[in-house]
Nanobody, 116 residues
Framework: QVQLVESGGGLVQAGGSLRLSCAASGIIFGINAMGWYRQAPGKQRELVAA???????NYADSVKGRFIISRDNAKNTLYLQMNSLKADDTAVYYC??????????WGQGTQVTVSS
């Protein structure tokens, strides 16, 4: 059974930084892609950043130049380095994984709160 466990969320002042981690276990059929999504109160869940098996990355326009997604394949861990945080970045951040059978899995989410 695939498990995704996020950590690293918290409260930070605007302009600060946080690093989110997502540890994956129980993976079957390998990993096609992993990503970070977020959902703010009253809003739909949106893609923040994603990274493919071939290490191609894509970012939401709102975080380009501020956030960096990366993977440690040996540890099956996904990271999101978030810099220059803004109040609009406040949301619950979710880790996602798409395996080689194109099945999607989600973590439980971690709260990020940016105070202005």
């Amino acid at each position: 059974q695939v498990q995704l466990v996020e950590s690293g969320g918290g409260l930070v002042q605007a302009g600060g930084s946080l690093r989110l981690s997502c540890a994956a276990s129980g993976i079957i059929f390998g990993i096609n892609a992993m990503g970070w999504y977020r959902q703010a109160p009253g809003k739909q869940r949106e893609l923040v950043a994603a990274i493919t098996r071939g290490s191609s990355t894509n970012y939401a326009d709102s975080v380009k130049g501020r956030f960096i997604i990366s993977r440690d394949n040996a540890k099956n861990t996904l990271y999101l380095q978030m810099n220059s945080l803004k109040a609009d970045d406040t949301a619950v951040y979710y880790c996602s994984l798409t395996n080689g059978a194109n099945k999607d899995y989600w973590g439980q989410g971690t709260q990020v709160t940016v105070s202005s």
